[in-house]
C-alpha cells in the first residue's frame, strides 16, 4: 500500500512538473495591437455585418473600434450575432488584451463575446460575459456540427458594466493543456479544461449589444497566415 500511494505522489509531481515546463517552455511575442489612431485600422478586421461597425473619438485612450448597433446578420446557430474577427491571422495560443466598454440599450441582454479557434461560421469558440447568469449565458462555449455546447462552469452571477465605463479583458489560451482562462478587470471570471484546441481566428463582439473596443494586444508564440474570409 505504501508503495503504491509513493509511486501515486511521483506520477502526481511528474504530471505537474509536466504542465509546468509545457506554460514555461512557451516564448510568447506581440503579434498585433491597435489603437485605432487611423480610420484605416477598421480594415483589419472582418465584420458579420460591417455596415454598423465605424472608428470612434471617444475611446479609453484616444480612438476606438465602436459598433453602433446588431445589424442585419443573424446567427443560424443561435449563436452570437456580433461579430469582428482580425482578418488574415490564425492562432493556437494566445494572449489577448484590450479595453472594452458595453453601451448597449437592451437591459434585457448586455454582454461580449470574445472568439477564438474560429475555423468557419459553424464552428468556434466563444467566450461570453454578461451582466445575468444561467445556462446559456456568462460562460465558455463551443459551436461545432451546429450545436452550442457550454464548456465552462456555471456560474451563479453576471458582471456589473456600469454606465459608459471601460473594462480590461485578458484571455490566455493554452492548446497543450486545453485550457482557456478568461480575466475581467485583472480578475479570474472562468475558465475551461474543454477547449477543443483548433487553430483559428481571433475576434469580439455580442449577441446583439453595441460595444466599444480599444487597446488590443496579442501575444503568441506564433501566428498563421490566411487569407480565407469567414463571412
Known amino acids: 500500500m505504501k508503495t503504491t500511494q509513493v509511486s501515486l505522489l511521483l506520477v502526481f509531481v511528474m504530471m505537474a512538473s509536466l504542465k509546468a515546463q509545457t506554460k514555461d517552455s512557451i516564448i510568447y511575442k ?21 455596415d ?55 437591459f434585457n441582454s448586455l454582454d461580449l463575446c470574445f472568439f477564438f479557434g474560429v475555423v468557419s461560421d459553424s464552428s468556434y469558440c466563444y467566450a ?11 460562460a465558455i462555449f463551443s459551436l461545432n456540427s451546429q450545436k452550442i455546447t457550454r464548456i465552462s462552469k456555471r456560474l451563479e452571477s453576471g458582471v456589473i458594466w456600469g454606465y459608459n465605463k471601460w473594462h480590461h479583458i485578458k484571455i490566455e489560451r493554452l492548446t497543450a493543456l486545453n485550457t482557456v482562462k478568461v480575466y475581467y478587470d485583472d480578475v479570474l471570471l ?29 501575444s503568441a508564440p506564433q501566428v498563421q497566415d490566411v487569407t480565407t474570409p469567414i463571412f
Open 52 to 106: 454598423k461597425w465605424l472608428i470612434s473619438q471617444d475611446g479609453e485612450s484616444g480612438k476606438a473600434l465602436k459598433c453602433i448597433d446588431k445589424g442585419s446578420y443573424i446567427n443560424p446557430y443561435g449563436g452570437p450575432s456580433v461579430i469582428a474577427l482580425l482578418k488574415d491571422k490564425v492562432f493556437t495560443d494566445f494572449v489577448l488584451e484590450m479595453d472594452i466598454m458595453q453601451n448597449g440599450k437592451d
Open 190 to 218: 472562468y475558465e475551461t479544461t474543454e477547449d477543443p484546441a483548433l487553430p483559428g481566428r481571433i475576434g469580439f463582439g455580442s449577441t446583439i449589444s453595441a460595444l466599444k473596443v480599444d487597446n488590443i494586444k496579442i
Open 128 to 138: 461570453q460575459i454578461a451582466d445575468k447568469a444561467d445556462k446559456q449565458k456568462h
Open 30 to 50: 506581440t503579434v498585433y495591437s491597435q489603437g485605432f489612431a487611423s480610420k484605416k485600422s477598421i480594415e483589419d478586421f472582418e465584420f458579420s455585418d460591417g
